[in-house]
């Protein structure tokens, strides 16, 4: 099964298992979050890249609710979360995509990314 597929099976359950697996979830996703947007100016447009439901753009998106979001992610059903998650914004959109062969065509000024990269294979 490719990694697609995989994450379009848990999508919907990802969410609620994500503090069962990341034992420090509030240091990985809230306490580094906070740490970066205190020594950094309000990015214009961030990319998240293997945005999956879009839990680590949330906790930016709390610091930084000006700026633009692009979520990216081959799986589009982790994104058919992420786009309940920020409903209603309109400076958050979607790209279903894989980032091995193709980066958003759009400026931006910061990148993020969390738990995708290695799900890359080695080529
Ligand atoms: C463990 S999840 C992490 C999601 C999110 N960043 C987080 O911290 O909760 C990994 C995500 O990376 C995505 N992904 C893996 N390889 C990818 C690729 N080549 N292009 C785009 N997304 C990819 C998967 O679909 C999945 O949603």
Not at 17 to 36: G, H, Q, V
Not at 92 to 108: G, H, N, R
Request: glycine share 4%; net charge negative; aromatic share 14%.
């Amino acid at each position: 099964m490719n990694i697609e597929s995989q994450f379009n099976m848990i999508a919907e359950e990802y969410d609620i298992n994500r503090r069962k697996f990341i034992s420090c979830f509030d240091d990985f996703y809230i306490n580094t979050t906070a740490f970066i947007a205190a020594n950094i100016k309000a990015p214009k447009r961030i990319i998240d890249l293997g945005s999956g439901t879009g839990l680590l753009a949330y906790y930016w998106f709390k610091h930084f609710p000006e700026s633009d979001y692009l979520l990216a992610d081959i799986a589009d059903d982790m994104l058919s979360v992420a786009k309940r998650r920020f409903q209603g914004l309109d400076n958050v959109s979607y790209q279903t995509s894989d980032y091995i062969k193709e980066l958003p065509a759009v400026p931006f000024d910061t990148v993020i990314s969390a738990l995708s990269i290695h799900h890359l294979e080695q080529s």
